[in-house]
Every structure is written in structure tokens, then in C-alpha cells.
């Protein structure tokens, strides 16, 4: 059984910076390419970033490029998100969740485990 826990949420003002980690049990980490999601209130979750298992390839929705770094310790079993630039719509909470392998990276579908999400809040 893989568990995935995320850390480093928090309220932050517009403008500012959150890192957000996602710390993976289980074996066979690097093998798996890495996915973050968010859910707003009141809307369906969304693909933020995606990472491949060796790190060499990553992924961004267009809402995040250029503000977001998705990255990977496969030492540590460890994947992060780093948040720059947060705007109040970034508001959400915030899952990493695990690729079945060699799947699409924003189709929600192609993932096998998810971990319980951490809240970012942005105020203006």
C-alpha cells in the first residue's frame, strides 16, 4: 500500500511563495511519474503539475507556467511544489497523487493514490 502525505500549506498574501511537499511511502518511487491536483470551493479538481520518475520531464497547466516548479528527491521519496508569485485564485486545496505509469499527466484517471490534500489560501 503506497500513502502519499502533503505538507506546506498555509495562508500567504498575493504575491508570496509556498513550498508544498508531498512525502511518499512504499517502494519503487523513482519507477513513477508524480502529479499535483488542486480543487477550488465550488469547483471540480484540476491538473496543476506533472514530473516524470527520473525527474528529467515536467509539466505545467497554463494557469501555473512560469510560477510554479514542480521537483523530485527520489532519495527522500519526496516530490515538491514550489509556489511563486500566489494570486487569491490559486486558493484551493492541493493533492499529489501517484501515475499508474506511462499514462497522460493531466487526465485524472491515470492515477492510482492520492494523498489528503493540504489548503493554500491567498489573500488579496
Known amino acids: 500500500q503506497v500513502q502519499l502525505v502533503e505538507s506546506g500549506g498555509g495562508l500567504v498574501q498575493a504575491g508570496g511563495s509556498l513550498r508544498l511537499s508531498c512525502a511518499a511511502s512504499?517502494?519503487?518511487?523513482?519507477?513513477?511519474?508524480m502529479g499535483w491536483f488542486r480543487q477550488a470551493p465550488g469547483k471540480e479538481r484540476e491538473f496543476v503539475a506533472g514530473?516524470?520518475?527520473?525527474?528529467?520531464?515536467?509539466y505545467y497547466a497554463d494557469s501555473v507556467k512560469g510560477r510554479f516548479t514542480i521537483s523530485r528527491d527520489n532519495a527522500k521519496n519526496t516530490v515538491y511544489l514550489q509556489m511563486n508569485s500566489l494570486k487569491p485564485e490559486d486558493t484551493a486545496v492541493h493533492y499529489c497523487?501517484?501515475?499508474?505509469?506511462?499514462?497522460?499527466?493531466?487526465?485524472?484517471?491515470?492515477?492510482?493514490?492520492w494523498g489528503q490534500g493540504t489548503q493554500v489560501t491567498v489573500s488579496s
Open positions: 497523487a501517484r501515475n499508474k505509469g506511462g499514462l497522460g499527466y493531466t487526465d485524472q484517471i491515470n492515477y492510482d493514490y
Open positions: 512504499g517502494r519503487s518511487f523513482s519507477n513513477y511519474a
Open positions: 514530473i516524470s520518475g527520473s525527474g528529467a520531464n515536467t
